[in-house]
């Protein structure tokens, strides 16, 4: 069992153990995994709703009339296509062809911005937004510790969250950010998320986290671990920073070049200079799982490496993320997993598309 007294701890982290949740350490932090079973728990997002503590995630505040050019400049998305009450998922270049992180960015108010960044990286992308900030009248501050954060995922999210708030959730559509009552309490929504779902993520005060935690799940929305956000995330094609994007990965590889626009932005040369010779794919295999680095063949040659791999709870076949040589995007591929090639199927990402409701 691993020893979490030297971890890190969500203000919900009482609750975890209340709820008997498996505990793992995460980037730093010691998190749930799993309360009932990763399966129930992603079929209940699916089918309808769940609950999960991303409190470790972090949050940055970027204010001051150099707001958007500071953000301009340190993102390759268009930052002035975001208006106050919108959401944006960009990127943070490095200047060797990487990437530091990729984040969210919500627009708050003109000349004010909310970031959040991947709970592994939050000293990393502070110190690197730092850095940027010289020249531009922008202030720049960490309220990571500050924030709870809420991700409550699911077909059925506004129905059963509706009846607790005070505004109209139909009127917010995908990518909305507002300031609401939730049960009583202030929060910030985002109609955003990480699992291909509907729904919304809910940023409230960490001293309310643990009563707006029991308040959903006594609505009927269970809790929800990261054995099935993983699961999620990979059937909808979502990247993982580590997995998919890194310092040393060229994002152009992956199905995520659309956050990169014409215009002028910090490692965009790098960036274009980088090696591009592989591409971010999805493989189908037929019964084994592949994990994080299994090879990936064609015939001996090794043409690629998987960065995800699970077996789909909704699709129930084993599904993966890899990077493969662009000359052998056309051939046959196998992944080798325990020292046996298995045959892969190159398939359209995202895996699985919700139908439409």
Same mark, same amino acid.
């Given at each position: ?8 701890? +969500? ?18 932090? #010691? ?42 400049? #340190? ?63 922008? +202030? ?52 955003? %998320?990480? +699992? ?70 910090? %490692? ?59 000359? #052998? ?29």
């Amino acid at each position: 069992m691993t020893d979490q007294s030297a971890l890190q701890k +969500t203000p919900l982290y009482p609750a975890h153990l209340e709820a008997n949740a498996r505990m793992v350490e995460f980037g730093g932090w #010691a998190m749930p995994v799993q309360y009932e079973g990763v399966i129930k728990e992603h079929q209940a997002v699916r089918e309808r709703a769940a609950v999960f503590d991303v409190s470790h995630m972090g949050e940055f505040r970027v204010k001051g009339p150099g707001a958007l050019d500071f953000l301009q400049y #340190a993102t390759p998305n268009d930052v002035s296509k975001l208006k106050p009450g919108r959401a944006q998922y960009n990127m943070l270049p490095n200047d060797r062809g990487g990437l530091v992180d990729d984040i969210y960015i919500y627009c708050l108010a003109p000349h004010e911005y909310l970031v959040v960044v991947n709970a592994s990286n939050i000293g990393k992308d502070f110190a690197h937004l730092e850095q940027l900030r010289a020249g531009f009248d922008v +202030t720049l501050s960490d309220e990571s510790g500050a924030w709870a954060l809420l991700a409550v995922q699911g077909p059925q999210t506004e129905a059963l969250l509706q009846p607790h708030t005070d505004l109209d959730l139909s009127h917010h559509k995908k990518n909305a950010v507002f300031f609401a009552q939730l049960f009583g309490m202030p929060v910030m929504m985002a109609r955003t %998320g990480y +699992t291909g779902e509907d729904g919304f993520e809910v940023f409230v005060e960490a001293a309310l986290a643990e009563r707006l935690w029991k308040a959903l799940l006594s609505a009927g929305i269970p809790p929800a671990g990261l054995g099935a956000r993983d699961t999620l995330r990979l059937e909808a094609g979502f990247p993982l920073y580590g997995h998919e994007f890194s310092d040393d990965l060229n994002p152009l590889q992956s199905h995520y070049g659309w956050v990169f626009k014409d215009k002028p932005h910090f %490692g965009r040369e790098a960036l274009q200079a980088a090696p591009n010779t592989r591409e971010l794919v999805g493989l189908r295999l037929e019964k084994a799982i592949a994990r994080e680095g299994a090879p990936v063949l064609s015939g001996e040659r090794v043409v690629g490496v998987v960065t995800s791999g699970t077996s789909s709870p909704t699709l129930k076949y084993p599904i993966a993320l890899a990077y493969v040589d662009r000359d #052998a995007l056309h051939l046959g591929l196998s992944v080798e997993i325990r020292g046996k090639p298995h045959s892969a199927e190159r398939v359209s990402v995202p895996f699985y598309r919700p139908p439409t409701r």
